[in-house]
Protein backbone atom coordinates (compact mmCIF):
# COMPACT_ATOMS: atom_id res chain seq x y z
CA UNK A 1 0.00 0.00 0.00
CA UNK A 2 2.86 2.53 1.07
CA UNK A 3 3.91 2.19 -2.07
CA UNK A 4 0.39 4.35 -3.61
CA UNK A 5 1.62 7.24 -1.36
CA UNK A 6 3.88 10.02 -1.41
CA UNK A 7 4.78 12.13 1.24
CA UNK A 8 5.75 15.53 1.78
CA UNK A 9 7.65 17.04 4.40
CA UNK A 10 9.33 20.41 5.48
CA UNK A 11 11.30 21.37 8.36
CA UNK A 12 11.35 24.47 10.08
CA UNK A 13 15.06 24.32 11.90
CA UNK A 14 15.78 26.69 14.08
CA UNK A 15 19.63 27.38 14.90
CA UNK A 16 21.21 29.05 18.01
CA UNK A 17 23.49 31.69 16.39
CA UNK A 18 26.98 31.27 17.92
CA UNK A 19 26.96 35.05 19.46
CA UNK A 20 28.48 36.09 22.18
CA UNK A 21 25.99 38.43 23.75
CA UNK A 22 22.04 37.68 23.63
CA UNK A 23 19.91 39.56 21.10
CA UNK A 24 19.02 42.24 22.27
CA UNK A 25 20.94 43.02 25.93
CA UNK A 26 24.27 42.34 26.14
CA UNK A 27 23.88 39.15 28.61
CA UNK A 28 26.14 36.41 27.72
CA UNK A 29 25.30 33.69 25.35
CA UNK A 30 26.57 30.73 27.46
CA UNK A 31 25.41 27.23 28.09
CA UNK A 32 25.67 25.61 31.13
CA UNK A 33 25.67 28.56 34.05
CA UNK A 34 23.63 28.10 37.24
CA UNK A 35 19.57 28.95 36.23
CA UNK A 36 18.95 32.68 36.12
CA UNK A 37 22.70 34.07 35.96
CA UNK A 38 22.91 35.42 32.48
CA UNK A 39 19.70 37.49 32.57
CA UNK A 40 18.89 40.93 32.98
CA UNK A 41 15.46 43.19 32.42
CA UNK A 42 15.59 42.75 29.20
CA UNK A 43 15.84 39.48 28.24
CA UNK A 44 13.61 38.37 31.37
CA UNK A 45 10.91 40.48 29.45
CA UNK A 46 10.33 43.19 32.17
CA UNK A 47 8.12 45.98 31.02
CA UNK A 48 9.56 49.12 29.86
CA UNK A 49 12.78 47.45 28.75
CA UNK A 50 13.71 48.04 25.36
CA UNK A 51 15.71 45.71 22.70
CA UNK A 52 18.78 46.62 21.03
CA UNK A 53 19.77 44.74 18.18
CA UNK A 54 23.08 42.67 18.23
CA UNK A 55 24.15 42.98 14.47
CA UNK A 56 26.25 40.21 14.82
CA UNK A 57 23.33 37.96 14.84
CA UNK A 58 22.48 39.76 11.44
CA UNK A 59 25.56 39.21 9.89
CA UNK A 60 25.54 35.39 11.00
CA UNK A 61 21.60 35.03 9.26
CA UNK A 62 22.69 36.74 6.49
CA UNK A 63 26.04 35.06 6.03
CA UNK A 64 23.89 31.21 6.25
CA UNK A 65 21.58 32.77 3.37
CA UNK A 66 24.58 33.38 1.42
CA UNK A 67 25.86 29.90 2.15
CA UNK A 68 22.47 28.56 1.10
CA UNK A 69 22.26 30.49 -1.81
CA UNK A 70 18.85 32.60 -0.72
CA UNK A 71 17.79 36.55 -1.64
CA UNK A 72 19.02 38.70 0.86
CA UNK A 73 15.98 41.31 1.92
CA UNK A 74 17.62 45.05 1.59
CA UNK A 75 14.85 45.84 4.21
CA UNK A 76 13.47 43.45 6.47
CA UNK A 77 11.72 44.23 9.58
CA UNK A 78 10.84 42.67 13.06
CA UNK A 79 7.23 41.63 14.31
CA UNK A 80 5.63 40.22 17.39
CA UNK A 81 3.88 36.89 17.73
CA UNK A 82 2.16 36.61 20.32
CA UNK A 83 1.40 33.77 22.40
CA UNK A 84 0.63 32.85 26.42
CA UNK A 85 3.45 30.42 27.60
CA UNK A 86 5.56 30.63 31.29
CA UNK A 87 8.72 30.56 28.88
CA UNK A 88 7.93 33.83 27.65
CA UNK A 89 6.57 37.16 29.97
CA UNK A 90 6.26 39.17 27.39
CA UNK A 91 3.57 36.83 25.90
CA UNK A 92 4.80 37.46 22.76
CA UNK A 93 8.01 36.48 20.90
CA UNK A 94 10.20 39.08 18.59
CA UNK A 95 9.94 37.31 15.12
CA UNK A 96 10.26 38.30 11.84
CA UNK A 97 6.70 37.51 9.83
CA UNK A 98 6.64 39.32 6.38
CA UNK A 99 9.93 40.50 5.69
CA UNK A 100 12.50 38.21 6.77
CA UNK A 101 16.22 38.20 6.47
CA UNK A 102 16.36 35.78 3.30
CA UNK A 103 13.95 34.12 0.88
CA UNK A 104 14.80 30.98 -1.28
CA UNK A 105 17.67 28.75 -1.69
CA UNK A 106 18.11 25.17 -1.65
CA UNK A 107 20.16 22.64 0.12
CA UNK A 108 21.61 19.53 -1.94
CA UNK A 109 21.28 16.08 -0.51
CA UNK A 110 22.58 12.85 -1.12
CA UNK A 111 20.41 9.59 -0.22
CA UNK A 112 22.34 6.43 -1.41
CA UNK A 113 24.15 7.99 -3.79
CA UNK A 114 21.01 9.88 -5.22
CA UNK A 115 21.34 13.66 -5.12
CA UNK A 116 18.59 15.84 -4.78
CA UNK A 117 17.76 19.62 -4.04
CA UNK A 118 15.32 20.85 -0.84
CA UNK A 119 14.80 24.66 -1.71
CA UNK A 120 14.56 26.82 1.24
CA UNK A 121 11.37 29.17 1.90
CA UNK A 122 12.94 31.61 4.01
CA UNK A 123 15.11 32.21 6.92
CA UNK A 124 14.22 34.96 9.59
CA UNK A 125 15.82 36.12 12.67
CA UNK A 126 13.85 35.89 16.58
CA UNK A 127 14.61 35.45 19.86
CA UNK A 128 15.16 31.97 21.68
CA UNK A 129 12.67 32.09 24.78
CA UNK A 130 13.61 30.21 28.63
CA UNK A 131 13.47 27.04 29.22
CA UNK A 132 10.81 25.21 31.88
CA UNK A 133 12.51 22.74 34.04
CA UNK A 134 9.79 20.09 35.22
CA UNK A 135 10.93 18.41 38.43
CA UNK A 136 9.19 16.19 41.28
CA UNK A 137 6.68 18.57 42.27
CA UNK A 138 7.38 21.90 40.56
CA UNK A 139 8.31 23.51 37.54
CA UNK A 140 11.06 26.54 37.37
CA UNK A 141 12.04 29.04 34.28
CA UNK A 142 15.52 29.42 33.35
CA UNK A 143 16.22 32.19 31.53
CA UNK A 144 19.49 32.02 30.65
CA UNK A 145 18.51 30.74 27.12
CA UNK A 146 15.74 33.54 27.01
CA UNK A 147 16.91 35.88 24.03
CA UNK A 148 19.91 33.46 22.45
CA UNK A 149 19.76 34.46 18.71
CA UNK A 150 17.58 32.40 17.17
CA UNK A 151 17.48 31.57 13.07
CA UNK A 152 14.84 29.62 12.02
CA UNK A 153 15.49 27.99 8.58
CA UNK A 154 12.30 27.32 6.26
CA UNK A 155 12.10 24.22 4.04
CA UNK A 156 9.87 23.60 1.96
CA UNK A 157 7.61 20.46 1.69
CA UNK A 158 10.40 18.88 -0.81
CA UNK A 159 11.46 16.22 1.57
CA UNK A 160 9.95 12.80 0.77
CA UNK A 161 11.57 10.45 3.59
CA UNK A 162 13.10 10.13 7.12
CA UNK A 163 16.04 9.39 4.70
CA UNK A 164 16.33 12.58 3.27
CA UNK A 165 15.25 14.81 6.60
CA UNK A 166 17.99 13.22 7.97
CA UNK A 167 20.53 13.95 4.96
CA UNK A 168 18.95 17.20 4.99
CA UNK A 169 19.71 18.13 8.56
CA UNK A 170 23.63 16.68 8.24
CA UNK A 171 24.49 18.77 5.38
CA UNK A 172 22.61 21.84 7.14
CA UNK A 173 25.23 21.52 10.07
CA UNK A 174 28.19 20.85 8.15
CA UNK A 175 27.61 24.23 6.44
CA UNK A 176 26.45 25.96 9.70
CA UNK A 177 29.81 24.27 11.28
CA UNK A 178 31.88 25.14 8.27
CA UNK A 179 30.54 28.51 8.27
CA UNK A 180 31.00 29.38 12.01
CA UNK A 181 27.45 30.31 12.43
CA UNK A 182 26.60 27.71 15.31
CA UNK A 183 28.52 24.78 17.06
CA UNK A 184 25.66 22.67 15.80
CA UNK A 185 26.31 20.91 19.46
CA UNK A 186 22.33 19.28 19.61
CA UNK A 187 23.48 17.71 23.30
CA UNK A 188 23.38 21.34 24.21
CA UNK A 189 20.02 22.62 22.19
CA UNK A 190 21.80 24.17 19.17
CA UNK A 191 19.61 23.04 16.42
CA UNK A 192 15.63 21.59 16.92
CA UNK A 193 13.64 21.57 14.53
CA UNK A 194 9.98 21.40 14.31
CA UNK A 195 8.61 18.56 11.36
CA UNK A 196 5.82 19.50 9.09
CA UNK A 197 4.21 16.08 7.66
CA UNK A 198 1.44 15.13 4.98
CA UNK A 199 1.22 12.42 2.72
CA UNK A 200 -1.48 12.06 -0.48
CA UNK A 201 -1.82 9.74 -3.25
CA UNK A 202 0.92 9.73 -5.80
CA UNK A 203 -1.70 10.48 -8.27
CA UNK A 204 -2.90 13.53 -6.33
CA UNK A 205 -1.66 17.20 -6.91
CA UNK A 206 -2.70 18.63 -3.51
CA UNK A 207 -0.58 18.08 -0.55
CA UNK A 208 -2.93 16.58 1.65
CA UNK A 209 -3.63 17.93 5.64
CA UNK A 210 -0.24 18.36 7.58
CA UNK A 211 0.68 17.48 11.17
CA UNK A 212 3.17 19.24 13.15
CA UNK A 213 5.86 17.59 14.81
CA UNK A 214 7.00 20.05 17.14
CA UNK A 215 10.13 20.58 19.38
CA UNK A 216 12.51 17.62 18.07
CA UNK A 217 16.16 17.85 19.29
CA UNK A 218 18.12 14.61 17.84
CA UNK A 219 18.29 13.77 14.08
CA UNK A 220 17.86 10.76 15.07
CA UNK A 221 14.61 11.17 16.86
CA UNK A 222 13.55 12.85 13.42
CA UNK A 223 14.10 9.80 11.44
CA UNK A 224 12.42 7.75 13.98
CA UNK A 225 9.47 10.22 14.15
CA UNK A 226 8.79 10.73 10.79
CA UNK A 227 9.37 6.93 9.61
CA UNK A 228 6.04 6.30 12.44
CA UNK A 229 4.08 9.39 11.24
CA UNK A 230 4.63 8.94 7.29
CA UNK A 231 2.77 4.89 8.36
CA UNK A 232 0.55 6.35 10.63
CA UNK A 233 -0.84 8.92 7.92
CA UNK A 234 -0.46 6.39 5.03
CA UNK A 235 -2.96 4.12 7.47
CA UNK A 236 -5.48 6.08 8.54
CA UNK A 237 -5.65 7.52 4.61
CA UNK A 238 -5.80 4.71 2.89
CA UNK A 239 -8.72 3.46 5.96
CA UNK A 240 -10.72 6.02 4.26
CA UNK A 241 -9.94 8.06 7.39
CA UNK A 242 -9.23 11.91 7.75
CA UNK A 243 -6.05 13.45 9.18
CA UNK A 244 -6.57 16.47 11.38
CA UNK A 245 -4.24 19.29 11.80
CA UNK A 246 -2.59 19.28 15.20
CA UNK A 247 0.45 19.34 16.54
CA UNK A 248 2.02 16.20 17.83
CA UNK A 249 4.18 15.27 20.38
CA UNK A 250 6.83 12.82 19.66
CA UNK A 251 7.09 10.46 22.75
CA UNK A 252 10.84 8.99 21.93
CA UNK A 253 10.23 5.90 25.07
CA UNK A 254 7.63 4.62 23.10
CA UNK A 255 8.56 5.25 19.51
CA UNK A 256 4.89 7.00 18.74
CA UNK A 257 3.69 10.98 17.71
CA UNK A 258 0.52 11.55 19.87
CA UNK A 259 -1.70 14.90 19.62
CA UNK A 260 -1.27 17.46 21.35
CA UNK A 261 -3.56 20.39 20.44
CA UNK A 262 -4.86 21.09 17.13
CA UNK A 263 -2.52 23.59 15.27
CA UNK A 264 -3.23 27.35 15.61
CA UNK A 265 -3.38 29.13 12.34
CA UNK A 266 -0.66 32.21 11.83
CA UNK A 267 -4.00 34.65 12.41
CA UNK A 268 -3.78 32.96 16.23
CA UNK A 269 -0.58 34.92 16.75
CA UNK A 270 -1.83 38.24 15.69
CA UNK A 271 1.73 39.10 14.29
CA UNK A 272 2.44 43.17 14.12
CA UNK A 273 5.47 44.88 13.59
CA UNK A 274 7.53 45.70 16.28
CA UNK A 275 7.47 49.06 17.57
CA UNK A 276 10.62 49.25 19.20
CA UNK A 277 13.00 48.11 16.82
CA UNK A 278 14.05 50.05 13.69
CA UNK A 279 13.81 47.92 10.46
CA UNK A 280 16.81 46.41 9.31
CA UNK A 281 18.30 48.26 6.21
CA UNK A 282 21.59 46.17 4.93
CA UNK A 283 23.60 48.01 2.65
CA UNK A 284 25.51 46.86 -0.78
CA UNK A 285 28.99 47.58 0.78
CA UNK A 286 28.42 44.89 3.97
CA UNK A 287 26.27 42.14 2.33
CA UNK A 288 29.32 42.46 -0.87
CA UNK A 289 31.88 41.73 2.57
CA UNK A 290 30.52 39.15 3.54
CA UNK A 291 30.05 37.49 0.42
CA UNK A 292 33.54 38.00 0.01
CA UNK A 293 34.45 36.10 3.47
CA UNK A 294 32.36 32.84 2.99
CA UNK A 295 34.26 30.20 4.27
CA UNK A 296 34.94 26.81 1.92
CA UNK A 297 31.49 25.15 1.86
CA UNK A 298 32.24 21.04 2.23
CA UNK A 299 30.83 20.08 -1.16
CA UNK A 300 33.38 22.53 -2.81
CA UNK A 301 36.26 20.82 -0.01
CA UNK A 302 35.26 17.19 -1.06
CA UNK A 303 35.57 18.24 -4.84
CA UNK A 304 38.97 19.76 -3.85
CA UNK A 305 40.15 16.48 -2.70
CA UNK A 306 38.93 15.14 -4.73
CA UNK A 307 40.81 17.19 -7.59
CA UNK A 308 43.93 18.36 -5.36
CA UNK A 309 45.21 14.87 -3.06
CA UNK A 310 43.82 12.73 -6.01
CA UNK A 311 41.61 11.08 -3.27
CA UNK A 312 38.37 8.70 -4.28
CA UNK A 313 35.25 10.79 -3.77
CA UNK A 314 33.69 8.71 -0.87
CA UNK A 315 36.88 9.06 1.14
CA UNK A 316 36.67 12.94 0.11
CA UNK A 317 33.03 12.82 1.71
CA UNK A 318 34.00 11.08 4.50
CA UNK A 319 36.57 12.91 5.56
CA UNK A 320 34.72 16.70 4.73
CA UNK A 321 31.74 15.29 6.74
CA UNK A 322 33.04 16.82 10.43
CA UNK A 323 35.27 20.14 9.87
CA UNK A 324 37.79 19.55 12.30
CA UNK A 325 38.33 16.31 10.45
CA UNK A 326 39.34 17.96 7.12
CA UNK A 327 41.23 20.39 9.28
CA UNK A 328 43.48 17.94 10.55
CA UNK A 329 43.13 15.65 7.48
CA UNK A 330 44.95 18.62 5.47
CA UNK A 331 47.55 19.14 8.20
CA UNK A 332 48.84 15.95 8.22
CA UNK A 333 48.51 15.42 4.49
CA UNK A 334 50.63 19.10 3.96
CA UNK A 335 53.33 18.28 6.50
CA UNK A 336 53.94 14.91 5.77
CA UNK A 337 53.94 15.68 2.45
CA UNK A 338 52.18 12.40 1.39
CA UNK A 339 48.25 13.25 1.32
CA UNK A 340 47.10 9.35 -0.29
CA UNK A 341 49.02 8.31 3.47
CA UNK A 342 47.56 10.95 5.13
CA UNK A 343 44.15 9.74 4.17
CA UNK A 344 44.49 6.03 4.56
CA UNK A 345 45.93 6.73 8.28
CA UNK A 346 42.47 9.15 8.22
CA UNK A 347 39.82 6.67 7.16
CA UNK A 348 41.32 3.66 9.43
CA UNK A 349 43.03 4.29 12.41
CA UNK A 350 42.03 7.50 13.47
CA UNK A 351 38.16 7.06 12.63
CA UNK A 352 38.01 3.50 14.34
CA UNK A 353 40.56 5.24 17.20
CA UNK A 354 37.67 8.44 17.52
CA UNK A 355 34.66 5.76 17.08
CA UNK A 356 36.05 2.86 19.71
CA UNK A 357 36.66 5.96 22.40
CA UNK A 358 33.77 7.66 21.38
CA UNK A 359 35.78 10.93 21.24
CA UNK A 360 35.92 13.90 18.77
CA UNK A 361 39.27 14.54 16.52
CA UNK A 362 39.99 18.04 19.21
CA UNK A 363 40.47 15.62 22.38
CA UNK A 364 43.21 13.17 20.32
CA UNK A 365 46.42 13.74 22.24
CA UNK A 366 48.73 12.91 18.68
CA UNK A 367 48.97 15.84 16.77
CA UNK A 368 48.85 16.28 12.98
CA UNK A 369 52.52 16.60 12.88
CA UNK A 370 53.12 13.83 15.08
CA UNK A 371 51.26 12.00 12.64
CA UNK A 372 53.03 13.25 9.29
CA UNK A 373 55.81 12.16 11.14
CA UNK A 374 54.96 8.73 11.20
CA UNK A 375 53.72 8.77 7.87
CA UNK A 376 57.52 9.64 7.08
CA UNK A 377 58.87 7.14 8.94
CA UNK A 378 57.16 4.32 6.74
CA UNK A 379 58.32 6.74 3.67
CA UNK A 380 61.83 6.25 4.56
CA UNK A 381 61.23 3.02 5.55
CA UNK A 382 62.17 3.12 9.17
CA UNK A 383 59.20 1.24 10.18
CA UNK A 384 56.83 -0.72 8.31
CA UNK A 385 53.66 -0.55 8.73
CA UNK A 386 52.70 -3.09 11.52
CA UNK A 387 55.46 -1.69 13.34
CA UNK A 388 53.60 1.65 12.34
CA UNK A 389 50.27 0.61 13.94
CA UNK A 390 51.44 -0.19 17.12
CA UNK A 391 53.41 3.39 17.09
CA UNK A 392 49.84 5.05 16.66
CA UNK A 393 48.22 3.20 18.91
CA UNK A 394 50.96 4.86 21.44
CA UNK A 395 50.71 8.25 19.85
CA UNK A 396 46.97 8.28 20.02
CA UNK A 397 46.91 7.18 23.44
CA UNK A 398 49.20 9.62 25.05
CA UNK A 399 51.07 11.50 22.29
CA UNK A 400 54.75 11.86 21.62
CA UNK A 401 57.66 11.93 19.56
CA UNK A 402 56.93 8.93 16.62
CA UNK A 403 61.09 8.02 16.40
CA UNK A 404 61.22 7.49 20.17
CA UNK A 405 58.56 5.52 19.70
CA UNK A 406 60.06 3.56 17.23
CA UNK A 407 63.63 3.18 19.16
CA UNK A 408 61.86 2.46 22.63
CA UNK A 409 59.86 -0.44 21.38
CA UNK A 410 62.86 -1.84 18.86
CA UNK A 411 60.11 -1.62 16.05
CA UNK A 412 62.57 -0.30 13.56
CA UNK A 413 62.62 -2.31 10.90
CA UNK A 414 65.29 -4.35 9.24
CA UNK A 415 66.89 -3.89 6.02
CA UNK A 416 69.74 -5.37 6.76
CA UNK A 417 69.87 -8.29 4.22
CA UNK A 418 72.66 -10.63 5.88
CA UNK A 419 69.95 -10.29 8.96
CA UNK A 420 66.67 -10.67 6.45
CA UNK A 421 68.71 -13.84 4.39
CA UNK A 422 69.34 -15.49 7.79
CA UNK A 423 65.44 -15.64 8.48
CA UNK A 424 64.16 -16.34 4.55
CA UNK A 425 67.04 -19.21 4.63
CA UNK A 426 65.26 -20.80 7.98
CA UNK A 427 61.35 -20.04 6.38
CA UNK A 428 62.43 -22.05 3.29
CA UNK A 429 64.04 -25.06 5.52
CA UNK A 430 61.66 -25.06 8.15
CA UNK A 431 58.71 -25.50 5.51
CA UNK A 432 59.63 -27.45 2.47
CA UNK A 433 55.72 -28.15 1.45
CA UNK A 434 55.03 -24.84 1.02
CA UNK A 435 58.31 -24.64 -1.46
CA UNK A 436 56.67 -27.33 -2.87
CA UNK A 437 53.40 -25.59 -3.30
CA UNK A 438 54.88 -22.53 -4.39
CA UNK A 439 56.90 -23.95 -6.93
CA UNK A 440 54.45 -26.15 -8.19
CA UNK A 441 52.21 -22.98 -9.03
CA UNK A 442 50.27 -22.15 -5.96
CA UNK A 443 51.39 -18.81 -5.73
CA UNK A 444 49.33 -18.37 -2.32
CA UNK A 445 52.17 -20.26 -0.52
CA UNK A 446 54.51 -17.29 -0.81
CA UNK A 447 52.20 -15.00 1.56
CA UNK A 448 52.71 -18.24 4.23
CA UNK A 449 56.45 -18.41 3.73
CA UNK A 450 56.52 -14.44 4.04
CA UNK A 451 54.72 -14.82 7.42
CA UNK A 452 56.94 -16.91 8.62
CA UNK A 453 59.79 -14.63 8.05
CA UNK A 454 57.94 -11.78 9.47
CA UNK A 455 57.29 -13.88 12.39
CA UNK A 456 60.58 -14.70 13.06
CA UNK A 457 61.93 -11.09 12.82
CA UNK A 458 58.90 -9.88 15.23
CA UNK A 459 57.54 -7.97 12.37
CA UNK A 460 60.32 -5.93 11.91
CA UNK A 461 61.22 -7.39 8.70
CA UNK A 462 61.06 -4.61 5.35
CA UNK A 463 58.22 -6.73 3.86
CA UNK A 464 59.37 -5.67 0.06
CA UNK A 465 62.67 -6.76 0.84
CA UNK A 466 61.51 -10.36 2.10
CA UNK A 467 58.98 -10.83 -1.15
CA UNK A 468 62.69 -10.20 -3.00
CA UNK A 469 64.54 -12.72 -1.14
CA UNK A 470 61.94 -15.54 -1.17
CA UNK A 471 61.07 -14.79 -5.07
CA UNK A 472 65.02 -15.23 -5.41
CA UNK A 473 65.23 -18.32 -3.78
CA UNK A 474 62.78 -19.87 -4.92
CA UNK A 475 61.55 -18.96 -8.52
CA UNK A 476 63.61 -20.60 -11.70
ZN1 LIG B 1 19.80 40.11 29.22
MN1 LIG C 1 10.37 29.90 15.35
Redesign the pocket.
Known sequence: MSGDYIASIGLETHVQLKTRS?IW?G?ANAFGSPPNTD??P??LGYPGTMPVLNREAVRLTVMTGLMLGCTINRYSKFDRKSYFYPDMPKNYQISQYDRPLCLGGAVEIEVNGARKTIRINRIHLEEDVAKNNHFETASGVDFNRA?TPLMEIVSEPDIASADEAFAYLQALKQMLVYGGISDGNLEQGNIRCDINCSVRPRDQEALGTKTEIKNMNTFRGVHRSLNYEIKRQIDVVSAQGVIRQETRRWDDDHGVTRAMRSKEYAHDYRYFPEPDLMPVVLDEADIARWKESLPEMPAARRERFVQDYGLPDYDAGVLVADKAVADYFEAVAQAADNPKAASNWMMTEMLRWLSDQDVTIESVPIQPAQLAALIRLVDEKVVNMPGAKIVFAELAEKGGDPRAIVEAKGLAQVSDSGALDAWVEAAIAENPKSVADYQGGKKAALQFLMGQVMRASKGKANPPMVMDALRKRLDP
Open positions: KCCVCVCG
